[in-house]
C-alpha cells in the first residue's frame, strides 16, 4: 500500500516556465511533508519542507503548496533552469514516525 | 563538513558472497538509516537505529543485517548476496526521527 504516490514519473518543461511536481498521500494523519532533489550519481539532498498548519511555503524559486482537504501537495519551480533537472521525491510523515517517501518524478528542463 | 559518507562507492559481488556497506556520519545526529532505491519505487527503508547500540528493522529488511557499535557509523551486511539485491544503497541520518533525513551519496551494488 503506498501511502505517498507521485503519478508521474517524469516531466519535461522549457527553461524559464514553471514546472509543477505533484504528490498525493493517502494517511491523514500526516503532518510533515518534504521534497527532496537527487542528481545522477547523488544522494538526495533536502529541498524543502510544509507543515500540516501551512499550506504554502516558499524558498526562493521553490514552492510547497498543500491542500490537506485533497490529500494533495505540489512543488512549483519557477523558472524553471537547467540546472534544475533531477529526480524529485516526495516523502511524509507523523510525529514520531518515519519518512514515507514517493517514487520520484525525473524532472528534464530544456533549454 | 562531510556530513554523511559511504563506502564503497561501488561494488560488484558473485551470488552467494558477503559484503558490508559503511555509513559515517559527522552531525551528531541520534537516527541514522539505510535504504534502497529501485526504479520507480522510490526509496525504500531496510534498517534503521534511534541511537548507539540499537536497530530495527524497515519495510524490506530480509537479506539484511546492520550494526550500530559507533553512534557515527552504521553497517549494513549482506551475509548471502542475491541478484535481488543489486541496487543503489543510501544510508541517512537525522537528528530526529521524524524529521529532515540527510543522505549520503550512494554506494552501486550489482549481484550476478
Known sequence: DQQVKQNSPSLSVQEGRISILNCDYTNSMFD???WYKKYPAEGPTFLI???SIKDKNEDGRFTVFLNKSAKHLSLHIVPSQPGDSAVYFC???????MLTFGGGTRLMVKP | NAGVTQTPKFRVLKTGQSM???CAQDMNHEY???YRQDPGMGLRLIHYSVGEGTTAKGEV???YNVSRLKKQNFLLGLES???SQTSVYFCASSSDISRTQYFGPGTRLLVL
Open chain 1, 32 to 34: 510533515y511533508f518534504l
Open chain 1, 49 to 51: 519542507s510544509i507543515s
Open chain 1, 91 to 97: 516523502a511524509a510523515n507523523n510525529a514520531g514516525n
Open chain 2, 20 to 22: 558490508t556497506l559503511l
Open chain 2, 32 to 34: 541514522m538509516y539505510w
Open chain 2, 61 to 63: 529488511p530480509d537479506g
Open chain 2, 81 to 83: 548476496a542475491a541478484p
